[in-house]
């Protein structure tokens, strides 16, 4: 009986230990929250850039043509060189226009001498027919014949005119002042006034026109961004810099000269007219480039690096800021373009944002963060001597988003999202 009882007891006293020791331990305390690098979003002046190809034509062009029929009996220049305007290029044989010269030279000459003997008759008729001597028929017919004489006189000095003209022909002289290229005819060809065909052609390379090609929609945008005061222009042109065909740059600015006014039904695009400086003739007419032009200049930007900004399962871009409390907020961001490394925000940051640049991991929005101040050392960490910056964002950028006051981006539309 004794026996049956002590069971129990010893039962409710493993209990009673169990219990005293659950109530000795304290709750584990939460988590701290984790550490991410903010940047602080502001506004500064950006630069609106567009990349677009483009071709390179001459400022002036001359295709020097015959204008009289002949024999190249010389060739007064050396291909490839700069000439000038006025300078003779061709000799045509000039002795067939030389003899032309000298007969209307000889014909003027007959008629002068016509002129004297046509008016003395004149004026004696005159004063015969005022006291009836001859008929009235006489004395018209003998004016008649002094005005043909005066006539004949001016018609010969045109004629005369003409063969000089002529026979200055025969010396082919340069237009304009360039360089000039390939002579297609040599001594002794045989060349007419009529050719389609250019003896060469003279070029002037400095300055060049550079032609670049844009949509109609794009050129609309623009426009109306500047009458809406959105993006504005020093000087009132727009500058345009050069890519050549090496991905080097031509390192000259050149302006914006003109806007085409009609659009290419086949394209839909319109051609802009710019105008380089090309002291050095690096650039030559037919090559292709890629030109930066400057649109203008947005005065409160707003840049994220593009460490910052991701895409949601859309596609559109988003990021995540610190918001109210120390609390992760997701933004929904409009980024029609790059600015170098960085996002050109629209809509979905305003200045004063903590934008967040690394430590957010796999946190969702409404996760507790401790916000920290990003700088690409934090991100990469220690870094042996050899190598390379990897970072994001450019030394000389660090801090608040667009590194301050004295730094103005330059965004290009090459990579839009809309």
């Known amino acids: 009986m004794t026996a049956f009882h002590t069971r129990p007891l010893h039962v409710g006293l493993l209990a009673a230990a169990l219990l005293t020791s659950a109530c000795g331990k304290k709750e584990a305390p939460p988590p701290p929250p984790k550490q991410v690098g903010v940047v602080t979003v502001q506004t500064e002046p950006v630069t609106l850039t567009t990349e677009l190809p483009g071709r390179t034509s001459p400022f002036e062009s001359s295709e020097v043509r015959p204008q009289v029929d002949g024999i190249i009996t010389a060739r007064l220049f ?139 929609t794009d050129v609309l945008k623009l426009r109306r961004q500047l009458l809406a005061g959105d993006l504005s222009r020093s000087g009132g042109a727009a500058r345009v810099r050069l890519k050549l065909e090496d991905g080097s740059d031509y390192g000259v600015e050149g302006r914006l000269q003109f806007t085409d006014v009609t659009v290419a039904p086949d394209t839909g695009s319109v051609t802009i007219r710019a105008i380089f400086p090309n002291k050095q003739s690096l650039l030559l007419p037919g090559m292709y480039v890629r030109a930066d032009l400057v649109e203008g200049t947005q005065a409160q930007g707003i840049l994220a690096p593009q460490q910052a900004v991701t895409r949601n399962e859309k596609g559109d871009p988003v990021a995540m800021v610190v918001g109210a409390g120390d609390k992760l907020e997701q933004r929904d961001l409009t980024a029609p373009r790059t600015v170098g490394d960085k996002w050109l925000v629209t809509g979905g940051l305003k200045p004063g944002d903590r934008l967040v640049m690394d430590g957010a991991g796999m946190l969702q929005p409404g996760t507790p963060v401790k916000p920290v101040p990003w700088t690409p050392a934090r991100q990469n960490g220690p870094a042996p001597a050899q190598q390379g910056p990897q970072t994001s964002q450019p030394a000389g950028q660090q801090g608040p988003v667009g590194g301050g006051p004295d730094r103005t981006g330059s965004a290009r539309d090459t990579n839009p999202t809309r």
């Open 78 to 216: 050396k291909e490839g060189d700069f000439v000038r305007a006025g300078q003779t290029l061709y000799q045509i044989d000039p002795a067939p226009y030389a003899a032309q010269a000298a007969n209307a030279r000889a014909a003027l000459a007959r008629a002068q001498a016509s002129i004297a003997s046509t008016q003395a008759l004149a004026r004696r008729y005159g004063d015969l027919v005022k006291i009836n001597a001859i008929s009235r028929q006489d004395y018209e017919n003998a004016v008649a014949g002094s005005n043909q004489a005066q006539a004949d006189v001016a018609a010969q000095r045109a004629a005369l005119s003409a063969a000089n003209i002529n026979l200055r022909r025969t010396r082919i002289a340069a237009p304009i002042s360039g360089r000039i290229g390939t002579s297609t005819f040599t001594v002794g060809a045989l060349v007419t006034a009529a050719q389609t065909q250019p003896l060469t052609v003279i070029q002037r390379l400095d300055p060049i026109y550079v032609d670049i090609t844009q949509s109609s």
